[in-house]
């Protein structure tokens, strides 16, 4: 009997959890996420923390950066604290429809894929894609890499673009690393013969490094936008930050935060 009713309970109990999953699940999937960041006094940001100048951790392992700054501004204007939540830059969709992450703001190109998954505030930096070789290697132009390997971060739009690029069956294989910043690596002791990313980076890298790297002045001519990126119909808090931003922009506070790390101002 004292089974029996053990049993029970613990189907009550089980069936009890189930419904305050979904009524969770319900309230988190109708809840206004500005009016819930606002209440809880904070904004969650996803980022992949080894994207210099955007976001990067420095020499003492904090998590700095162009993106950062701007963020915590914004949120010093919502009258919020800004936590920083590190991901996997490949799962970064699946992190913002989670609800782990409220947006993603980290140097995040726009392309037809994001823009049909997500809500994407205004761009607010242009960049181009690049190929990166040793100044050593004796390559000067995407001709020389036929045959090659080339390093590029997973997930990134800098992959989508080499493989849907004409040079993709050109070249040997295409190498995925989960940051860039191991891609150089590999670079460095010849394990790869060339990295594709982001100039943004890249220019930043190697000026703040010293690096012996060069830039090849042709490959794959593409450039694109940033964007922040929200869950897909979150408009409201879009709006709001899209509207702070424009205040920093007029009053000169994005300027400043630009000039800080880029030595002049790039916003659009």
Do not use: H
Not at 70 to 96: D, F, T
Not at 102 to 110: E, F, K, L, P
Not at 216 to 241: C, P
């Amino acid at each position: 009997m004292k089974k029996i009713i053990f049993i029970i309970i613990a189907i009550v109990i089980i069936a009890a959890g189930v419904i305050l999953m979904i009524n969770m699940s319900k309230a988190k999937e109708n809840i206004n996420t500005l009016q819930y960041i606002v209440n809880k006094g904070e904004l969650v940001l996803g980022l992949d923390d080894s994207f210099p100048p955007m976001g990067f951790r420095d020499e003492n392992n904090n998590i700095v950066g162009f993106d950062i700054d701007v963020a915590k501004e914004v949120c010093k204007r919502m009258g919020i604290s800004l936590k920083l939540q590190p991901i996997s830059w490949e799962a970064n969709e699946q992190e913002l429809n989670s609800g782990n992450i409220d947006c993603i703001w980290n140097g995040m190109s726009v392309n037809s894929e994001r823009e049909a998954n997500m809500t994407l505030s205004e761009p607010y930096m242009e960049n181009t894609m690049i190929l990166v070789v040793l100044k050593n290697s004796g390559y000067s132009s995407a001709d020389n890499l036929k045959g090659k390997n080339i390093g590029v971060q997973s997930g990134s739009t800098a992959q989508q673009i080499l493989e849907e690029s004409d040079f993709y069956n050109q070249i040997g294989k295409v190498i995925s690393y989960s940051d860039n910043i191991t891609a150089f690596m590999d670079l460095e002791t010849g394990q790869i013969n060339a990295v594709f990313l982001d100039s943004v980076l890249a220019n930043y890298y190697i000026t703040s490094k010293g690096k012996n790297y060069a830039v090849l002045s042709d490959g794959i001519a593409y450039k694109e936008d940033y964007a922040i990126g929200f869950r897909k119909g979150d408009t409201e808090l879009r709006d709001k930050i899209q509207e702070i931003l424009g205040d920093m922009k007029k009053d000169g506070a994005l300027a400043e935060i630009s000039q800080k790390w880029f030595g002049k101002e790039v916003t659009i």
